[in-house]
């Protein structure tokens, strides 16, 4: 009969504990200079060596050619204190669960008066030391205050915080770390080695997993498979099938379903789990071992290299691809989710229903308020954006309508006004079919009035065509200024933009917002006091007063939405360079007719001309009614006015 692996290869000697070189250390430099205090406290996890340091450190002290870090191994205490030796008589264990009242102590304080048989010190060795009472420490605060010199103390305890802090404070704490799992595999292909069994690196990376950073439950774990293993060795398949483990392909599968936002992926995953006998808590253990490893790839992608990731070389691979597939705040939401499931499980009823919630959590977002959720719904919306940029396609005037009334001549073109109120409207617009007939010269901004700037007369129907700028803006007489030129096709909209200026983006920024409303009311309302400021290289510079604004239209891309409504209205695709100039930015108006103050439209003067304020003795200024106006510049129709 074959003895179990963890005590077959329980260290004997101070460089044999695995993993605990920050204890190992101190201790060899003490046993060297003969400086071993007479009381110490080991604690730490379950099964990381405490114990198995207690006995070493008592096999040193006891050495005849000691104290020494390397006990020779063959003198009389060192044989009966051997790993798998008879033990000692004079180092006693004790388990502080089964003894640990008060009578066991005073006990042992009587006992400890009594020299050592025939070794240089009386070791006590308390395992499980939380476990000794308030009354039983106390009966033994003196002794471990004020210990006969032949007496050594050394208590082992996995919470540390339980020990009485009058013992803890009389004695020399070590702290036992879990081993990781590079460490730990490394161990494990040793003992393999010795014990002459071939075992793959992917099982022996499983089994540290499932030993969980504890070189005894890894020992037994071990121990388990290779009892199971067939003539081939430790395989991996082997290995998942024995401890339970998840299937790298099916993590593989469950990732890939939530970065397609797959549901009939993810839910076939969670089929094959319950189907397979797999343990739900299990599987979700390893979907959140993935996630972090995830979330540590993002940040960190030479994470491998550092020993932040401890996996096989293609799964490693693997998961690099994988973590580019998602946003961070996505990924930090996953985990949050996995986290919650699984405490949901313990104890669950019902646990493919637990894992089914889980997984509609995970592929829709919108299904939380809370703030993580909409973290990762924005996360998932700028990674759509930033992989399929948004095209608008060109926009072409509407065809006439069959029985159109005959097309009457073009507007004359308005000169550039210093604040436009509202966009052209559809008698304004040319037909390029039809020959230009004599027309009136051009008047004034000044003399329309302010209403029919921005509503259409009564009865009429008012189309939506883009707005050409060439018949909105031209220079005013006082101001040679050229012209704008017939604007380019919608598929060469980029090479019209040295023909557009500062003053013409300023003379048309109230149509350019008005287009942005059609793409988003919250794209809309942070422009409202935007004004542009300068054009340079096909970079058209917008000012905006506030901070907030700045990071809001940056952060969410409406930049995107305004460079979308310029190329709509005015033919001219430029890059939107946002900043903050709360002394160029425009001051918010309410529009004509009074509407609400969220209605506001934005008023900027251009930077070189001042007012057009229209005087009395101005030879332009045309004394016409506003229904003259109507009648010969709109092209309207009265039908007669009510007599009261």
Known sequence: MSMALYR???????????????????????LENDRVHHAYLFSGPRGCGKTSTARILARSLNCEKGPTPDPCGECQSCTDLAPNGPGSLDVIELDAASHGGVDDTRELRERAMF?????????YIIDEAHMVTTQGFNALLKLVEEPPPHVRFIFATTEAEKVLPTIRSRTHNYTFRLVPAKTLQQHLAYVCEQEGVAAEPAALALVARAGAGSVRDSLSVLGQVISGSGPEGVTYAEAVAQLGMTDATLLDAAVDALADHNGAGLFTVIDHVIEAGHDPRRFVTDLLERIRDLIVLHNVPDAADLGLIDAPEDQVAREIEQSQRFGLAELTRDAEVASGALSELRGATAPRLHLELMAARLLLPASDTDEA???ARLDQLERRMAAAPVHVAP???????????????????MPDPPAPSATATPAEEPQPEQAPAPVPPPRRLSEVAPSTATEAPTGTIRPKPPVRPRERVESPPAVAAPAMPDPPPANDAAAAETSVGLDQFVSMWAAVLEAVKAYSRVAWTLFSTSA?????????????????????????????RLRQAILDVMRVDVRIDVVLAPDRAATPVVAAGGGPAGEAATQSAPASAGPDDPSLDDPDVDDSTGVDLALRALGATQIGEIEH
């Open 373 to 375: 959720a909409t973290r």
């Open 8 to 30: 077959t290869y329980r260290p004997a000697r101070l460089d044999d504990v695995v993993g605990q070189d920050h204890v190992i250390g101190p201790l060899r430099r003490a």
């Open 395 to 413: 926009v072409s005037s509407p065809p006439p309508a069959p029985s159109a009334p005959p097309v009457k001549p073009a507007a004359p073109a």
């Open 532 to 560: 542009p400021i300068s054009i340079s290289n096909g970079e058209l510079a917008v000012a905006l007063a506030d901070v907030g604004s700045v990071k809001g239209v940056k952060a969410s891309g409406h930049d995107e």
């Open 115 to 123: 020299a050592p048989a025939s070794s240089r010190y009386k070791v």
